[in-house]
């Protein structure tokens, strides 16, 4: 297992965002997390990644008790994110930012170079980071998080603005990078991708794990069904 | 070249201000690039020239230690005040370091040694423009090079985004930090050179005003890079000594431009050098960061 | 002893008055307005300069607040809404505030000069009244009762009205609120001009019981306003009030050890306790980040 998430509880003043969560992700997997909108998958990773500090619960990263530690201390741990509303260096360049995402491994040109090679974006180094495409910031905030050659790479709704294409390509490189070993948390409304990618999928409702499984098992659930029956979703 | 020299010799305090101020403006630009603002320079500066001119005047401490002394010694106050505040969010470094100056310079008023209201006098005139000259150089080729190595990336990162930054791995406080005191030392070292420049010292001189104004020289000459604060100290040295029947509306002049920069062209002047990538940046909504 | 406790009453409320001020614009749009100080300064002179034109010291009162609330929205027009409307950190901001506060001061001064000033002789009540043992002046007494009619009344104007409301919901989220349909423009103008307002009426009654405004008259009292915000919490009204009083209550119980140079030694000591032991101060929101 390399990340063993036990009880993990968050509040908010009067509200419990992530309600004593349970979740087991071995090494390499594609980890999906579903649900509807509010019901707390980001804060979940929040929580995760130390953006957040736990009311209740435990975090395991690879056997190691990581409950509590921040941000930083996290990423030079082997986890790496995105965020659901991009959070790139705007004023800096693609190249700087990659040089950014790779810091915990010596600032490393060589695999900022790589990452941005891998997401397609070698050609834009110089370009500055706000000034991309949508769908191509989201690709550099991939890039960015894989320059770190993560042990968990953490992605939030990724393929928000992508055209089909893109996700395909999306999905393959994750399938790609599990078969590398990286282990994988994504979050997405696209049920084609999460589907497709992961090889266990867990959602989550008003704060609470409803299902886990596999892809097949989890759609097929009545739980989840009824969970999103008459959410308007936008998919 | 005697005409040249002879100029030069007149001009000799004003030219070693222009000097001290640029290093003074490098000392807060350190701060700024991280994305914080710091009024307590000028108090680091005032540190360490008194206990430079102490430790020369009194204890006939030889030149060049009496400076580091008091370089050193302003580092190390920077550090635990540094440490209590960089914890918190940016509004409270302002704050703390403007009570830090006033807390200075109450002590300074209030300590015998320190000659209080009178001042230091009689301080060895030990400083030639040479040194600093020469210390400015060492300063600014620093500075430029930690703005481009990893570590200027970091504060850059720090600066755009905390929370991103923090997300690379990126240990912010401490880095905010280092930026805060290396900025103290080198404005130690000014202070040292200053208190030995002009034979005597008094505490106006390492307040408020004087912090708002390097300040100033950080922020009107540009963040971006390091020729911003040496332009600005230039600049807004050189021109008061020279336009001196306007010496009265100095404040108000200052005032108006860093207004005027701050909303108009908030990157500083030394970016009108660079107006393609400031109006990429402005298009990004970057201008006031990067 | 019970001179010394209506001192401390009195200083307290003008703390308070300053303060308040400082948080509003804090608490309404996340940035410390810098130039606050000078609008604390320029209330003492507008007083000044309208009683010296034989406006009677009350009628003056109410000019500098008018005056310098206007200012104030002038100030927001100038040197705060260009900068929101690019979304540009609060360091600018800040910056751009000392920038106009190095204006204001320094026309002040060329009008006035640096030295302290006297409001005409006589326009200022000189009345002395008794109460029980005590002997009280009937200035402060007017100055200490219109304070705290002022922060009523803002308590009142921040929890009863829909201006009020409005402010509560710029403060907690600038974003819902225009959704909301509140005009953000016009309540942030009248955030500015009552900040500006109550921080030129501190700066009149101030300049009143001291008789002596001075062009630098804010900045001695910067600091206090900071060391009350940092303990009482940046951003929260009653922790204004609060914090000015615990201040200046403090400050009057030091100097029984405390040599009178060293009296604002106080409020700085209190300052740096509070952000050692507990940032966020008695009644703020979270200090620390989690970065």
């Known amino acids: ?235 | 070249m005697d005409d040249l020299l002879q100029f030069l010799g007149a001009y000799q305090t004003t030219i070693g201000f222009i000097g001290l101020n640029a290093m003074l403006a490098l000392s807060v630009w350190l701060t700024l690039y991280t994305g914080q603002l710091t009024l307590g320079n000028a108090a680091f500066a005032g540190i360490a020239a008194y206990a430079s001119a102490l430790l020369t005047l009194k204890a006939g401490v030889p030149f060049p230690i009496a400076l580091a002394s008091g370089a050193l010694l302003a580092a190390i106050v920077a550090l635990p005040l540094g440490a209590t505040v960089f914890r918190l969010r940016g509004v409270y470094l302002a704050i703390a370091t403007l009570a830090f100056g006033e807390v200075v310079r109450v002590a300074i008023l209030a300590i015998p040694i320190t000659g209080r209201g009178q001042g230091l006098v009689g301080i060895p005139p030990k400083t030639e423009l040479w040194h600093i000259f020469l210390s400015l150089l060492v300063v600014a080729l620093a500075c430029a090079r930690l703005r481009v190595s990893s570590v200027g990336r970091a504060w850059a990162a720090i600066r755009e985004d905390e929370l991103a930054a923090a997300s690379q791995g990126i240990r912010v406080r401490r880095y905010q930090l280092a930026a805060f005191v290396l900025g103290a030392l080198i404005a130690g070292w000014a202070g040292g050179l200053a208190a030995h420049f002009d034979f005597a010292i008094q505490p106006d001189e390492f307040g408020f005003a004087r912090a708002v104004q390097i300040l100033v020289f950080a922020v009107v000459g540009g963040i971006p890079n390091v020729f911003g604060p040496i332009l600005g100290a230039v600049l807004l040295t050189a021109l008061p000594a020279v336009l001196q029947p306007l010496q009265e509306y100095r404040d108000i002049f200052q005032g108006v431009i860093l207004v005027l920069v701050i909303v108009y062209l908030p990157r500083g002047l030394a970016t009108l050098l660079e107006l393609r990538r400031t109006a990429r940046l402005r298009t990004v909504g970057a201008e006031d960061v990067a | 002893m019970a001179d010394q406790l209506y001192n401390a009453i009195f200083i307290g409320s003008i703390y308070a008055l300053f303060a308040l001020g400082f948080t509003l614009v804090f608490s309404v749009l996340d940035i410390l307005n810098l130039a606050h100080p000078a609008l604390f300064t320029l209330g003492a002179f507008v007083a000044l300069f309208a009683m010296q034109q034989s406006v009677p010291a009350a009628l003056a009162v109410i000019v500098a607040f008018v005056v310098c609330g206007g200012a104030g929205i002038v100030l927001d027009r100038v040197a705060f809404a260009p900068l929101r409307k690019r979304n540009a950190p609060p360091l600018s901001a800040m910056i751009s505030s000392i920038g106009v506060s190095l204006i204001l001061v320094r026309l002040i001064q060329l009008k006035y000069g640096p030295d302290l000033q006297a409001y005409p002789a006589g326009s200022l009540p000189a009345a002395v009244y008794s109460v029980g043992g005590l002997e009280l002046d009937t200035l402060r007494s007017v100055i200490i009762a219109l304070a705290i009619g002022l922060m009523l009344g803002l308590t009142y104007l921040v929890r009863r009205t829909r201006l009020g409301r409005e402010l509560r919901a710029l403060a907690e989220n600038p974003r819902a609120a225009r959704l909301l349909g509140i005009d953000v423009d016009r309540a942030i103008a009248a955030t500015f001009f009552l900040s500006a307002g109550l921080g030129g009426v501190a700066g009149v009654l101030y300049g009143f019981a001291t008789n002596s405004p001075y062009s630098q008259m804010g900045l001695g009292f910067e600091l206090k306003a900071f060391a009350v915000m940092i303990v009482g919490g940046m951003g929260s009204i009653p922790g204004a009030v609060l914090g000015a009083y615990l201040l200046s209550f403090g400050e009057i119980a030091s100097l029984t050890f405390l040599p009178s140079e060293l009296r604002d030694a106080f409020a700085f000591g209190l300052l740096f306790v509070v952000l050692l032991v507990r940032p966020r101060g008695i009644l703020g929101q979270r200090a620390v980040d989690r970065v």
Request: aromatic share 4%.
């Open chain 1, 1 to 235: 297992m390399l990340l063993e998430v036990t009880g993990l509880t968050k509040r908010f003043g009067g509200i419990v965002a992530v309600n004593a969560v349970d979740l087991r992700i071995a090494e390499g997997q594609v980890f999906g997390l579903i649900g509807p909108n509010g019901a707390g998958k980001t804060t979940l990773i929040n929580l995760v990644s130390g953006h957040f500090r736990a009311d209740g619960g435990s975090i395991r990263l690879a056997n190691a008790d990581v409950t509590g530690l921040r941000m930083d201390q996290l990423a030079r741990r082997g986890i790496a994110r995105t965020f659901q509303s991009i959070r790139l260096f705007k004023g800096l360049t693609v190249m700087e930012n990659a040089l950014l995402g790779a810091f915990v491994r010596g600032s490393s040109p060589a695999l900022a170079r790589a990452a941005l090679e891998r997401l397609g974006l070698s050609k834009r180094a110089d370009a500055l980071a706000g000034e991309l495409a949508y769908g191509d910031q989201r690709r550099l905030e991939i890039a960015r998080a894989l320059a770190s050659q993560p042990r968990l790479l953490i992605l939030d709704e990724p393929a928000a603005g992508m055209n089909p294409t893109e996700s395909a390509a999306l999905r393959d490189l994750l399938r790609a990078l599990a078969a590398e070993g990286v282990t994988i948390i994504l979050i997405e409304h696209d049920v084609r991708l999460v589907m497709g990618a992961s090889e266990r999928v867990a959602v989550l409702n008003f704060g609470r794990k409803i299902a886990e499984g596999t892809p097949a098992e989890v759609q097929a659930d009545a739980a989840v069904r009824e969970a999103y029956l008459g959410a308007d979703d936008d998919g």
